[in-house]
């Protein structure tokens, strides 16, 4: 266990519904980070926050996602109109700041869109 | 060519055998990370590493900044220890993103 939790660590959901994920860092971490890991792949970036402040989102991140962390401690992944291709194992991570810090990951979400 | 190379893809070993997984990386860095993945769990960070070289119990990590290399040792493996392990480094050029290797499936067998 890492200090960082994700809920809910399994979700099965039908093509276009809405999901949303959340993610508690470790509390004095200000660094939190989404990344997107499919079947046999490694992790890919989505977008991280600086506090509350989003700072990065990458070109996967598409419209239907969105990603907040109102008050700089938990953060929220919501994905609209779900499709197939959206199936994945969902990562959270934190650091206490950035570059040469430790990342600190959770257990993830595990999204299966039928 | 993917920034971040790993090898090798695939590990199967006996018990008690020493056990290097190879990191190779092309961009400039501020660090890199070795982080372990069990089946269906969750990443766990293993070490983060700026330069030489770090030991936690039978894992070893070493770096070389001037040849963008890394390697992790695992001395006297253990079924256990079967897993994917993954290469990351912070990229100084992204923000501090993490750039990830394709990660090394290692099987050691009792």
């Known amino acids: 266990d890492t200090g960082v939790s994700q809920n809910p660590r399994h979700k099965i959901t039908k093509r276009g519904q809405n999901v949303t994920f959340r993610c508690d860092p470790i509390?004095?971490?200000?660094?939190l980070y989404w990344y997107r890991q499919t079947l046999g792949q490694g992790p890919e970036f989505l977008t991280y926050?600086?506090?509350?402040?989003?700072?990065?989102k990458s070109r996967l991140l598409s419209d239907r996602f969105s990603a907040e962390r109102p008050k700089g401690s938990f953060s929220t992944l919501e994905i609209q109109r779900t499709e197939q291709g959206d199936s994945a194992m969902y990562l959270c991570?934190?650091?206490?700041?950035?570059?040469?810090?430790?990342?600190?990951f959770g257990p993830g979400t595990r999204l299966t869109v039928l | 060519k993917n920034e971040v190379e790993q090898s090798p893809q695939n590990l199967t070993a006996q018990e008690g055998e020493f056990i290097t997984i190879n990191c190779s990386y092309s961009?400039?860095?501020?660090?890199l990370h070795w982080l372990q993945q069990h089946p269906g769990g969750g990443i766990v960070s293993l070490f983060m590493?700026?330069?030489?070289?770090k030991k936690h119990g039978r894992l070893i990590a070493t770096i070389n900044i001037q040849e963008k290399h890394s390697s992790l040792h695992i001395t006297a493996s253990h079924p256990r220890d079967s897993a994917v392990y993954i290469c990351?480094?912070?990229?100084?050029?992204?923000?501090?993103?993490?750039?990830w290797g394709a990660g090394t499936k290692l099987i050691i067998k009792p």
């Open positions: 961009v400039g860095i501020s660090a």
């Open positions: 991570a934190s650091s206490l700041s950035g570059g040469a810090d430790t990342q600190y």
């Open positions: 990351a480094v912070c990229n100084m050029d992204s923000n501090y993103q993490l750039i």
């Open positions: 509390s004095e971490h200000n660094r």
């Open positions: 926050f600086q506090n509350e402040a989003q700072l990065e």
């Open positions: 590493l700026s330069s030489g070289k």
